[in-house]
Nanobody
Framework: QVRLVESGGGLVQAGGSLRLSCAASGSILSIKDMKWYRQAPEKQRELVAIIYDDDSTNYADSVKGRFTISRDNAKNAVYLQMNSLKPEDSARYYC????????????????WGRGTQVTVSS
C-alpha cells in the first residue's frame, strides 16, 4: 500500500518560516502531481499549491510570493517552503499525490497524508 507522511509543522511567530515535507512510500510507478492543502477549524479545505510532473506550479492567491512548492521525484517527496508566515496561515496542512501504482494499471490513484499542524502566533 501507499502511504504519505507529512512533517515539518510546528509553532512559529508571525514573519517566520517553516518547511513542510511529505514523503510517499510503497508501490509507486510514477506521480503525476503533488499538492498541499490546508484546513483551519470550521473552514473548508483549500488548495494551497500544486506542482505538476513537468515542474510547473500554481498557488493560491493568499500565499503567492511567500510559499514555494517543490518536488524530488527520486525521493517521491514534495516540499512546501513557507516564508513570511501570517496568523491566517494557521491550519492543518495535508499532502496529496495523484499517481500510477502499476505498470499495467493505467488508473490514477489519489492518496492523502494525515496532516501536519502549522500554528502561527501573532
Amino acid at each position: 500500500q501507499v502511504r504519505l507522511v507529512e512533517s515539518g509543522g510546528g509553532l512559529v511567530q508571525a514573519g517566520g518560516s517553516l518547511r513542510l515535507s511529505c514523503a510517499a512510500s510503497g508501490s509507486i510507478l510514477s506521480i503525476k502531481d503533488m499538492k498541499w492543502y490546508r484546513q483551519a477549524p470550521e473552514k473548508q479545505r483549500e488548495l494551497v499549491a500544486i506542482i505538476y510532473d513537468d515542474d510547473s506550479t500554481n498557488y493560491a492567491d493568499s500565499v503567492k510570493g511567500r510559499f514555494t512548492i517543490s518536488r524530488d521525484n527520486a525521493k517521491n517527496a514534495v516540499y512546501l517552503q513557507m516564508n513570511s508566515l501570517k496568523p491566517e496561515d494557521s491550519a492543518r496542512y495535508y499532502c496529496n499525490m495523484n499517481m500510477r501504482i502499476g505498470v499495467l494499471d493505467f488508473r490514477l490513484y489519489d492518496y492523502w497524508g494525515r496532516g501536519t499542524q502549522v500554528t502561527v502566533s501573532s
